[in-house]
């Protein structure tokens, strides 16, 4: 029912937790790991679980966007999905995607939930901002979460999948254009997945690309930049990179 791409480097120490967490769902799922040439264990996890994987490959890559799409384009199931190697499932949480997607919103390119942040160092949990679906929202901030997201292949396949191009936001201009392309996307009030925060995310380490490339694909789909980007930026970029 569900293809689901695990694009991953040098990440064997969450590997292992990420597809665990993959075939613990209730629904049928084809996976395929998409390794970037790891020099750690991610090798000896993936070969743990390569009785139940679909594919997988350990090479230099053009990148994560990249190596996403790669790994969908393995698959034929009418739903497809990414999941970090550092984030994982909770239990049924595909499941409640994949019955909103056939019951709920048989229109709808994608259906997402809920998601917690969990960090490493300290192992304090706290929700992600996730919200019903606005266009108003979404150029506010990004109100959808990765790893507890589905997307149908139709609409996928529709958009190009992921912009090979961008490197932090691929995610973000994603549901853009799946919106531009197809509607609005689905929002479904249950917890679907869990976001590790650790020191070596991109999203940690390189936070003035990271809001660069946002504020690029909200003038590119929404025609203009809603002023809360620029009084949030030295917050996001400088306050935040101060306190690590």
């Known amino acids: 029912m569900v293809t689901i791409a695990v694009p991953s480097f040098n990440q064997g120490r969450y590997l292992n937790q990420a597809l665990e967490s993959i075939f613990q769902q209730d629904v049928p799922v084809e996976v395929f790991v998409m390794d970037a040439g790891s020099t750690d264990c991610s090798i000896e996890v993936i070969r743990q679980w390569e009785h139940r994987l679909a594919g997988w490959r350990s090479h230099s890559d053009n990148g994560q966007a990249a190596a996403i799409n790669e790994g969908i384009a393995c698959g034929s199931a009418p739903y ?18 994949c019955r909103a997607l056939a019951d709920e919103a048989p229109d709808a390119p994608a259906a997402y939930g809920l998601a917690l942040n969990v960090v490493e160092r300290t192992g304090r949990r706290y929700p992600v901002w996730v919200e019903p679906f606005s266009e108003r929202r979404l150029a506010l901030r990004c109100i959808i979460s990765q790893p507890a997201t589905l997307i149908r292949r139709s609409a996928w396949e529709a958009v190009g999948g992921a912009d090979p191009d961008l490197h932090m936001v691929m995610d973000y201009d ?4 799946l919106f531009k392309a197809s509607g609005p996307l689905h929002f479904v009030q ?17 936070r003035r690309q990271h809001y660069s490339e946002a504020i690029r694909t909200v003038r590119k789909h929404h025609g203009s930049v809603p002023i809360k980007w620029w009084l949030m930026q030295p917050y996001a970029v400088w306050y935040k990179a101060l306190m690590g």
Do not use: I, M, P
């Open 174 to 177: 994603l549901w853009w254009r």
């Open 80 to 97: 497809v999905a990414w999941l970090n190697s550092d984030d994982w499932y909770l239990k049924g949480g595909l499941g409640h995607l």
């Open 190 to 206: 249950q917890d679907v997945a869990v976001n590790r925060e650790h020191e070596t995310t991109k999203t940690k380490t390189l």
